[in-house]
């Protein structure tokens, strides 16, 4: 009887500890940063919230009994960049929290190499020192201000990243460069690189006074503004269907030039 007894407090205790457990998952690269965490106490009153705490399925050493704890990375001897899963486990009854979750986000720190455009209007660039895969976003400097004008996954890796794409030039002269914009929202640049190619010609339109259909001399990057400066239309062609603008003056930007027609 007393075996028994024992045997269903056990299995109680055990179903009872199952049901009370929740899991904080945070995913991200070492940046050489710890995480800090407040702790509550339990929801029963005795003891703190959480339980345990993992670093890529390896219990850490941390001191975790306590209102206030870090996470310390330091002793897993992770590089810079290294990809990392952090589990916190606590009581159902009680949350942690993480203070700076942050610090696990991936920060922009390329370094260029090398970036050159070659004579199949490529760029290349190579880059080292990245932490963490972040996008890279490729500009063409164009009616007095930078355009996106496409994007390329980065590799995050330390040395030897090497990216390529391929640009569609307007008349004379360009600049092209790439950015990363990590969670500050602060972008990082590279300086430009310039191109030209002789055989492209400069892009012309009409009518100026329109009801249907502009046309442009060739294919062309194009954006149109109403009188208040917002944008109603942008593309890339050689023709744009005007007939659901309402009448009045226009403003367009396409290859290099900046002009405005009427909407009859």
């Keep these: 009887m007393k075996r028994s007894f024992l045997a269903l407090l056990l299995i109680g205790i055990v179903a009872s ?37 993992t670093i890529n399925d390896q219990v850490t050493t941390d001191e975790i009994n306590s209102s206030a704890f870090e996470i310390d990375f330091t002793v897993f ?13 606590h009581g159902d009854d009680c949350k942690p929290k993480v203070l700076n979750p942050e610090v696990l986000k991936p920060k922009s720190t390329f370094d260029i190499i090398s970036m050159k455009i070659d004579d199949n209007g490529v760029l290349n660039w190579n880059t080292n020192n990245e932490t963490g895969k972040l996008p890279y976003i490729i500009e063409q400097f164009r009616w007095n201000k930078w355009v996106k004008v496409g994007e390329v996954e980065g590799k995050g890796k330390k040395a030897d990243n090497a990216y390529t794409f391929k640009i ?21 640049y590279s300086s ?10 400069p892009v012309t339109f009409a009518p100026a006074k ?17 009188a208040y400066g917002n944008i109603v239309k942008k593309g890339f062609g050689d023709k ?25």
């Design 17 to 53: 500890y199952s049901q009370a457990a929740s899991t904080i998952i945070l995913e991200g690269n070492y940046q050489g940063k710890n995480l800090f965490v407040q702790n509550p106490f339990a929801g029963s009153g005795v003891g703190f919230c959480t339980f345990e705490v």
């Design 77 to 89: 001897q992770l590089e810079i960049g290294a990809k990392v899963v952090v589990k916190i486990k």
């Design 168 to 188: 569609t030039p307007h008349s004379g002269e360009n600049k092209f460069r790439v950015k990363q914009v990590d969670y500050s929202r602060r972008p990082r």
């Design 192 to 201: 430009s690189e310039k191109y030209r190619d002789v055989n492209i010609a």
């Design 210 to 226: 329109v009801k249907n259909d502009i046309m442009f001399s060739a294919a062309t990057m194009y954006e149109i503004y109403d």
């Design 240 to 264: 744009i269907d005007v007939t659901n603008l309402k009448r009045g003056t226009y403003y367009i930007n396409y290859d290099k030039e900046m002009g405005k027609f009427l909407k009859k």
